[in-house]
Nanobody, 124 residues
Framework: QVQLVESGGGLVQAGGSLRLSCAAS????????MGWFRQAPGKQREFVAA????????YYADSVKGRFAISRDNAKNTVYLQMNSLKPEDTAVYYC?????????????????WGQGTQVAVSS
């Protein structure tokens, strides 16, 4: 059972930056990937970004391309989400998730494990 713990959320002004972290309780190997999702009040959870543990291939939602960057530190079993040029519409609870990607592609991940979420609020 992999446990995921997010941190780094907070309140920031529009145009600002935040970096979220997701620490996994154990190392995942092979074709596993880590992803970030978000859920705004009254809206469905939506995909943000994903990265393969092996190889580091990434995949982003169109809404965050060019502003957000996902990265990993294999030695620390930690994945990061660097968020720049934040907008009020980025306000949401951000969740970390992990699961196998049978095709080796970060866009095709069977997310199995989820964190509890961290709140990000962007003021205008």
């Amino acid at each position: 059972q992999v446990q995921l713990v997010e941190s780094g959320g907070g309140l920031v002004q529009a145009g600002g930056s935040l970096r979220l972290s997701c620490a996994a309780s154990e190392r995942t190997f092979g074709s596993y990937a880590m992803g970030w999702f978000r859920q705004a009040p009254g809206k469905q959870r939506e995909f943000v970004a994903a990265i393969m543990w092996t190889g580091g291939k990434t995949y982003y939602a169109d809404s965050v391309k060019g502003r957000f960057a996902i990265s990993r530190d294999n030695a620390k079993n930690t994945v990061y989400l660097q968020m720049n040029s934040l907008k009020p519409e980025d306000t949401a609870v951000y969740y970390c998730a992990a699961g196998p990607a049978p095709n080796g592609l970060p866009r095709d991940v069977r997310y199995t494990y989820w964190g509890q979420g961290t709140q990000v609020a962007v003021s205008s």
